[in-house]
């Protein structure tokens, strides 16, 4: 059975940073990508970032270019979040994912406001 746990979400100021991390189990993980998403009360659930098995390749949405950065450490089995340059708009509640075996965490609320 794959277990996702994200923690590391918070309340931050404008401009400020935040690491969120994901530990997972029950699955061959470096044989896995894995993605964060967020998602706002009564919007759909948005594909923020993505890693390959390897970690060799990433993907981002537009809106975090730049200031967000996907990382993975395979023997740890965890998945990180690093964000940078927080905005207002930034606020959401954010999922782990490993998108090929549907499966999610149970998300981790990250609310940027001053």
């Known amino acids: 059975q794959v277990q996702l746990v994200e923690s590391g979400g918070g309340l931050v100021q404008p401009g400020g940073s935040l690491t969120l991390s994901c530990a997972a189990s029950?699955?061959?993980?470096?044989?896995?990508?894995m993605s964060w998403y967020r998602q706002a009360p009564g919007k759909e659930r948005e594909l923020v970032a993505s890693i390959t098995g390897n970690g060799d390749s990433t993907d981002y949405a537009d809106s975090v270019k730049g200031r967000f950065t996907i990382s993975r450490h395979n023997l740890k089995r965890m998945v990180y979040l690093r964000m940078n340059s927080l905005k207002p708009e930034d606020t959401d509640l954010y999922y782990c994912?490993?998108?090929?075996?549907?499966?999610w965490g149970q998300g981790t609320q990250v609310t940027v406001s001053s």
């Open positions: 029950g699955l061959i993980f470096s044989s896995n990508g």
């Open positions: 994912s490993a998108p090929r075996l549907h499966a």
